[in-house]
């Protein structure tokens, strides 16, 4: 069997050393003869599967005891409001602005009738970096960043300080480097880009933050309902949670987070190598010190429908597949998350040189 290179950005790759464990244990898990899909999730054939899942995230991702891990349902857009819902004390939200995620996550705050301010914003030049010198008032409710931009392929190399909460969607970065949780009050991240499938929503949040919510926030809404109960208030999405702790397993394999974060640095530079060194064939969207280590966007001579048309069919033809660029910047992306093998990024990268040798 051959794997088609998955460049997808979301859902995407998931390693095929997982997907083989689950196809295995699919019809019989652990000797029980049902599948772990089947199990009640007030058992302990599920619960094993869900605990270790909260623990091998402590352990890879170093989140000290005082932080709670949670599994919630609704993706990461239901966060945009969750967020606001738990953590607002009546004042002022404060948010950079990056792209289309954080300008989503700023509309669900208006929606509430919360007072935002964006205290930083790159939308005059089509998000293309992160700004510099983010100062966030001490005394906001909290404030929000956007650690991966994956539309428009800008990433933090660090994230801002701040002496209000920091709150960090990591949608589309979580688990590809360790993070200062000194730094950081509360995290969330739809699994589908770099943790797993789509239906889980992680959330790490700091403990001192789950009293902070209203009476009035609806029960699924409360960070603390889920907290008190291990994220096991109602049915959780017990396959995709599975899936998620088999893909913590795999970053364990591999030698956990670091080792991953080498790989991935090593596979980004290779596709901004090729950008750079095609004489302005290739022309990547993100400034330089903004460059994402996920999701690379580019052009073909600065937006050449036919070429690029061209090299999308050629890609395809040859077993890569998700390289179309996302409508708001054109051109392609390649998004390369943790489970996008070195191999295949440099197969794109040979046809980047072949194609590039070809028509500059
Ligand atoms: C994909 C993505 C989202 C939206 O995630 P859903 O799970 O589809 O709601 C939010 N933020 C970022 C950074 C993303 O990449």
Redesign the pocket.
């Known amino acids: 069997m051959k794997r088609t290179y998955n460049f997808n950005?979301?859902p995407a790759a998931i390693p095929t050393e997982v997907l083989e464990i689950a196809q295995k244990e699919l019809l019989d898990f652990q000797g029980s003869g049902i599948s772990i899909m089947e199990a009640s999730h007030r058992a302990p054939l599920y619960e094993n599967v869900h605990n270790e899942a909260i623990r091998l995230m402590h352990e890879l991702y170093e989140i000290p005891e005082d932080y709670q891990v949670l599994f919630v349902q609704?993706?990461?857009?239901?966060?945009?409001a969750m967020v606001p819902l738990n953590l607002t004390q009546g004042g002022v939200i404060e948010f950079v602005n990056t792209g289309t995620?954080s300008t989503?996550?700023i509309k669900e705050a208006k929606i509430l009738g919360l007072q935002t301010k964006v205290v930083a914003s790159s939308e005059e030049s089509n998000f293309d970096h992160i700004p510099e010198g983010i100062a966030f008032s001490d005394d906001a409710d909290y404030v929000h960043i956007?650690?991966?931009?994956?539309?428009y392929g800008t990433q933090y190399k660090t994230y801002p300080t701040s002496k209000a909460p920091l709150v960090v969607?990591?949608?589309?970065d979580i688990f590809s480097y360790t993070v200062d949780w000194s730094n950081i009050e509360l995290m969330y991240?739809?699994a589908?880009?770099n943790a797993g499938p789509?239906g889980v929503?992680i959330v790490i949040i700091r403990k001192s933050l789950l009293d902070r919510v209203a009476n009035t926030v609806p029960t699924m809404l409360r960070y603390k309902i889920h907290a008190e109960n291990n994220s096991l208030y109602n049915t959780p999405p017990t396959f995709g949670i599975y899936l998620l702790k088999l893909t913590l397993d795999w970053i364990k394999g591999q030698g956990g987070i670091k080792a991953v974060e080498a790989v991935n640095t090593q596979k980004a530079n290779l596709i901004y190598d090729a950008i750079d060194e095609s004489n302005g064939f290739f022309t990547g969207h993100a400034a330089k010190d903004s460059r994402s280590h996920m999701n690379v966007v580019f052009t073909i001579q600065g937006g050449n429908p036919e070429l690029e048309k061209e090299f999308i069919k050629l890609t395809e033809e040859a077993g890569l597949i998700g390289l179309k660029g996302h409508r708001s910047t054109g051109g392609l992306r390649a998004s390369i998350y943790n489970a996008v093998s070195l191999e295949a990024v440099e197969a794109l990268v040979t046809l980047m040189k072949e194609f590039a040798a070809k028509h500059a």
């Open positions: 950005a979301g609704g993706g990461a857009s239901t966060q945009f995620w989503k996550a956007t650690s991966n931009n994956t539309i969607d990591a949608s589309s991240a739809g589908q880009k789509s929503t």
